[in-house]
Nanobody
Framework: QVQLVDTGGGLVQTGGSLRLSCTASGRSFSSYAMGWFRQAPGKEREFVGAITWIGGSVGYADSVKGRFTISRNNAKNTLYLQMNSLKPEDTAVYYC???????????????????WGQGTQVTVSS
């Protein structure tokens, strides 16, 4: 079992930066593939990016590629999402996700993740 707590959201102007963190409780954090999804009002949940269990592979949605960076610190049981050059269309609730996996496959379907954080709001003003 893994419990995820997302933090770091807030209000930022267009072009600004934020860093989200996701702290996991439970054992074997390093054996979990981790990622981020987001959901804007009235829209479906959208894949943002993911990183495999030892960071061997990282994948991003085209909409955030080059602006967002995912990283993990297995010693601290923490996942990060560094968001730069933020745009109003990045406004959403961001969710940290996890799945037990030793593969290097990036999963973009939300149904592929067993564990979800509570979400943290990111608002980008124009």
């Amino acid at each position: 079992q893994v419990q995820l707590v997302d933090t770091g959201g807030g209000l930022v102007q267009t072009g600004g930066s934020l860093r989200l963190s996701c702290t996991a409780s439970g054992r074997s954090f390093s054996s979990y593939a981790m990622g981020w999804f987001r959901q804007a009002p009235g829209k479906e949940r959208e894949f943002v990016g993911a990183i495999t269990w030892i960071g061997g592979s990282v994948g991003y949605a085209d909409s955030v590629k080059g602006r967002f960076t995912i990283s993990r610190n297995n010693a601290k049981n923490t996942l990060y999402l560094q968001m730069n050059s933020l745009k109003p269309e990045d406004t959403a609730v961001y969710y940290c996700v996890a799945r037990s996996s030793y593969t290097n496959v990036i999963v973009t379907d939300p149904s592929g993740y067993n564990y979800w954080g509570q979400g943290t709001q990111v608002t980008v003003s124009s």
